[in-house]
């Protein structure tokens, strides 16, 4: 299993050299300089504020925000919107990596994971000489939000075959929006495809509300699809009619790639956010009997082809 995404290695994986980019925080909307660097096998992923000279380890138990986002660390030492860039690597199999950043927050740039996909492209991918090593879900563990029909709800249980499914089901009162449903077997090409280039989205009506909490400051039509009512109101319109719920898919990606190594199981979701997707991982990480820690060696490997499923309306 490579990354949480298995295509024939069972290898841990980094990147050939270092890259970066430089844009500005959807929230904070200060200007922030991202490099993406190589390390050794075992190093997992770290984020490193160089402002700060602090690291902080990408993991669940380290979340500390998940308004609109998911952010690690506390006080000065926070790094905000961190799901994108984890989702790419995850999506890419790359187990270890240091991430610096300059700044509170994650450059935003065009609101997807696709410019981070680019960034590790050009970087390059190398296997390291060591497993991968992977977290097997071996009961099921489910996390839920409200009661009734409009309740919330994520679970992980085992996985049917190979790897990492995912079924995820959303419901908006935006018209635009509406009711969604994906269902994917998430290999690397089914994550560069179906999910890397969605983008984050926003009700137009929220706009001005989440700027007076200090929010949304550096969204623009550039990073961000905005929603009126029936209205996509972005001049390109959507990249995928159901962009919506690839987004929120790629956001579980991000969010569960928080596990301290790779998943292999299978995530359900209706309505769920960052901050479901992190009580889940602290569920089954909770629980000794729900899960267990696998040699990459023992994993079987599977093709990079990906299936995208029909999805039934989740049960709520």
Known sequence: MDGFFPIGTARARTLKSAIGCVGVGLHSGARAALTLRPAEAGHGIVFRRTDLGVDIPARHDEVTDTRLCTAIGEGAARIGTIEHVMAALAGLGVTDALVEVDGPEIPILDGSAAPFVFLIDCAGV??????????????????????????????????????????????????????????????????????????????????????????????????????????????????????????????????????????????RGHRSGHALNNRLLRALLADPRAWRRVDGDAMPAMSGATARLPMAAAPA
């Open 126 to 267: 190398v296997e390291l000489d060591a497993p991968a090593g992977a977290i097997e879900v071996l009961r099921t563990v489910r996390v839920t939000e409200g009661e009734g029909p409009d309740a919330a709800w994520a679970e992980l249980s085992p996985a049917e075959g190979p790897g990492f499914e995912a079924e995820l089901s959303i419901d908006f009162g935006a018209t635009a929006i509406g009711r969604q449903s994906l269902a994917m077997h998430v290999t690397e090409d089914g994550f560069r495809t179906i999910l890397a280039d969605a983008r984050t989205f926003t009700m137009a009506e929220d706009i001005a509300r989440l700027r007076s909490v200090g929010l949304a400051r550096g969204g623009s039509l550039a990073n961000a699809v905005v929603v009126d009512g029936p209205l996509v109101v972005n001049p390109g319109g959507l990249r995928h009619a159901d962009e919506f719920v690839r987004h929120k898919l790629l956001d579980a990606v991000g969010d569960l790639a928080l596990a301290g190594a790779p998943l292999r199981g299978k995530f």
